[in-house]
Each structure stands twice: as C-alpha cells, then as structure tokens.
C-alpha cells in the first residue's frame, strides 16, 4: 500500500490515491517481525488508518490508533536529549526558528506544500519517500510514468525574498510562473515551473 520498501525501516514513505496524488506523508519504523509503526502528520491519523482498513484482508492484520510525541534534534547531542525524554522538556527552539529551518532545508509541510493536488514529483518526494522497485502500491503507474517518460512541470524551490506571503503569485518575464506556500523574512518555499531558471529575479505578488 505504501510507496516505499518497508522492509527497509526506518524509511519515509508516502500513502497515494490510484492517480498518485498525496493521501499522507509516513514514517515507517518496523519494531518486530508482525509489527510496523507509522508515523504521520497531525490530523491524518485517522484518515492514514482508515485508508488502509479499507485495502486490508480480512483478518490478516489489526490496525489501531497510537499517540506518539516526537522530538527533533539537529546541531545538537542525541544522546543528551534522549536523556530529557522522562522528564518535561522545554523547547530549545524557537517556531520562527524551526519554521526558518525548514524553509532553508526546504523541507515540504503537510498543509503548506502538501496536500491532495500534489504530485511526490513536484515537492521532491520521488527522491526519498519512493522505491521504483519494490512491489506494486496505489497510485504506482503515475508516479513511475512520470518518472521514466516525463517530468514535473512545477517543482519546489527555496526562494530569496525579503517580503513574501503564502499564496502570492509568482511572475518570471510578466507570466505567473508559481506561488508563494510558506515564508520567513527573507527566505520563502514555492512551486515554480521548471522552466524557470534557477539564478532567474522573480517579482512576487
């Protein structure tokens, strides 16, 4: 059902309709023989887990709700944080900050980046949440058609830009060439079409 090779834990993964469009986004962790954890967005639990439930055998697997808090560590010491997990543990980073690292990384977010009208393509995704050589999944023959025939028209890219809002429309030589989907001061995330060059000057909204 999922897009990568589970056998291979942990991976990123993504859970697609039959024409390849996003259902969720998932991080695979395998804890036994008979036993996967996957991880999702807020909100897409259920939704994650209901999708599945409709694909699934008759009695050939359970699939139950867990909550689970994660923690992210970058630049810093694993095992130092692993050490603050029983205890309560106050952020270290700032939203703006997180939110800035993000953008920089260029990182794709479910609601902002992601939803159900994006292609794994165009948000970068084929790279890292798909195998093109694992079994079938939903959604397998658009993503692998693109993939060998075709290419994205729009990708997403980490834009300079000292005043941006998410939704503003992108212009390259007087055409709308992409829109804004998430910014920091001088930084934005956006789909532009790939024609676009990479060192072009855009003017935005």
């Keep these: 059902m999922l897009s990568n090779d589970v056998t291979q834990t942990p991976c990123d993964a993504l859970l697609l309709t039959p024409k390849g469009r996003i259902v969720a986004p998932v991080r695979v962790l395998r804890r036994a023989a008979d036993d996967f954890l996957l991880l999702t967005e807020p909100g897409l639990g259920e939704t994650l887990r209901t999708t599945l439930l409709r694909a ?118 007087g055409k709308v060439v992409g829109r804004i989907t998430s910014a920091v001061p001088g930084l934005a995330l956006a789909y532009v079409r790939t024609e676009v060059p990479a060192d072009a000057d855009l003017s935005i909204g």
Excluded at 81 to 90: F, K, P, V, Y
Excluded at 136 to 155: D, F, I, K, T
Aim: glycine share 10%; aromatic share 6%; charged share 30%.
């Design 56 to 173: 699934r055998f008759a009695a050939k697997c359970k699939i139950e709700p867990e909550r689970h808090t994660s923690l992210l560590v970058w630049d810093g010491n694993l095992a130092d944080a692993e050490e603050q997990l029983d205890g309560e543990m106050e952020p270290t980073v700032g939203e703006e900050e997180l939110e800035r690292a993000r953008i920089e990384a260029g990182v794709p977010a479910w609601g902002k980046e992601l939803d159900g009208s994006i292609l794994p393509a165009e948000a970068g995704l084929d790279e890292t949440h798909i195998s093109f050589t694992k079994g079938c999944y939903p959604g397998q023959e658009p993503v692998a058609r693109l993939h060998y025939r075709g290419h994205a028209n729009r990708g997403l890219r980490v834009l300079k830009a000292d005043h941006a809002q998410p939704g503003a429309e992108i212009r390259y030589d």
